[in-house]
């Protein structure tokens, strides 16, 4: 724990940063969620996939350890088997659904990164659950209009977790919605986005992080008045808000 003035700005710094994995206030916590709750619990295959990715140089897309065991434990509490992932990288979070989903269950990936994807795939193909993974490569959205198309995909997933293009967000939600059966449940990643959704107007951020924080809170302040949806949002990773269809 930082214990002067000079060390508490150094640690308030870093969290300004976009790719904390963490919205704790303390990094000294987090480290002990992780060390006790996580890492003692994290599938071999997990890790290995983990620190492979640590090594990429956008790191920071990967979906953090804690947050990787929420959705597990998620998937295994709602009985989840048909689920949906847009937005993969190298495939932390998917493989953590691979191996909470049943022998027979499935995911239907997309990404439109598929060196991202076949960096990690040996990993998955390790953990012998690359049979449940069906990775489309190209935008989602194209994708989604084709299966809504079909009348037996509505309704028909149990579980679709989101880390995309947030610009695209609510353009997901309009589609995803049909998609997701009545009870099944809808996780977007990163609506807390690195906390800069309570910065200031006039916050130094760059150009980037200050685009995606548009549409983030156009998100935050969409979900909660949709009336086919009942929603929390967790301060897990960089913020996860579950979307439970109610009709």
């Known amino acids: 724990m930082a214990n002067n003035g000079e060390s508490q700005q150094n640690q308030v710094g870093r969290h300004q940063e ?20 996580v890492y003692p619990t994290e599938p071999e295959s997990m890790k290995e996939l983990r620190e492979l990715t640590a090594k990429h140089p956008w790191n920071i897309m990967t ?16 009985n989840a088997k048909n689920t949906m992932e847009i937005g993969v990288y190298t495939g932390y979070s998917l493989l953590a659904t691979a191996l909470a989903l049943p022998e027979d269950g499935k995911i239907l990936a997309m990404d439109i990164n598929r060196e991202n994807y076949e960096l990690g795939l040996p990993v998955i193909q390790k953990a012998g659950v690359a049979h449940k993974i069906d990775f489309r490569e190209g935008p989602a959205m194209p994708l989604l209009d084709q299966l809504i198309e079909d009348e037996k995909n509505h309704g028909s997933f149990d579980f679709i977790f989101v880390d995309a293009d947030k610009d695209n967000y609510l353009n997901y939600h309009k589609r995803l919605i049909e998609l997701v059966k009545v009870g099944g449940v809808i996780g977007y990643d990163n609506t807390l986005w690195n906390g800069t959704v309570v910065a200031p107007p006039d916050a130094p951020l760059r150009k980037y992080v200050r685009y995606y924080r548009d549409f983030v809170l156009e998100l935050n302040k969409a979900l909660p008045a949709d009336p086919r949806i009942e929603i929390c949002m967790l301060p897990v990773g960089d913020g996860v808000t579950l979307c439970r269809r109610i009709k």
């Open 63 to 78: 979906t953090s350890a804690d947050e990787g065991q929420f959705l597990s434990m998620l998937l295994k509490l709602i």
């Open 18 to 37: 976009v790719g904390h994995k963490s919205l704790l206030q303390s990094d000294d916590l987090y480290q002990y969620i992780l060390e006790t709750s």
